[in-house]
């Protein structure tokens, strides 16, 4: 592990929080947060932000076919932003770049209702508890911009 680099790239996510999830890098929607909450995790300075059980992660891990723990060792080497992004295109099974594109999309404009009943079920006792006055949740991203502020 890299520790100097990570310490100089990382978010302290005890004091602030990843980035949206709707933030692209390396071409898709959540990388960028996976990324954050990685490097905060190798460090021990994630707070309440979970990289090993993140359903986000799973979500985009499970399209593209790359090894949650794989991407953990590539991030501890302290490459920059660009280097994951770069990295994690190699890395993926998906080539059709409208492929990415139609995924990206779906995950953007992804309902509650449409989501598992695991999912759904989990996302309504959360949002009571971490959301009780909030506006209005669209999409699933919505939940994570609004309990961060970004909403």
Request: charge should be negative.
């Amino acid at each position: 592990m890299n520790k100097e680099k990570l310490e100089q790239l990382a978010k302290d996510l005890r004091k602030e929080a990843p980035r949206s999830p709707r933030e692209v890098l390396g071409g898709y929607v959540i990388l960028a947060r996976c990324l954050d909450k990685g490097r905060a995790d190798l460090l021990g300075i994630n707070g309440e932000y979970n990289y090993w059980y993140c359903s986000l992660c799973a979500q985009l891990e499970e399209f593209t076919g790359v090894d949650h723990a794989v991407m953990k060792e590539f991030i501890a080497t302290g490459a920059t932003d660009d280097e994951v992004g770069e990295w994690f295109k190699e890395q993926s099974k998906i080539k059709d770049p409208m492929d990415v594109i139609r995924w990206n999309n779906k995950m953007r404009g992804m309902r509650l209702s449409e989501m598992s009943n695991e999912g759904q079920e989990y996302l309504e006792g959360y949002i009571l508890e971490y959301l009780p006055v909030h506006p209005p949740v669209y999409v699933w991203f919505d939940v994570y911009d609004i309990e961060e502020g970004r909403l």
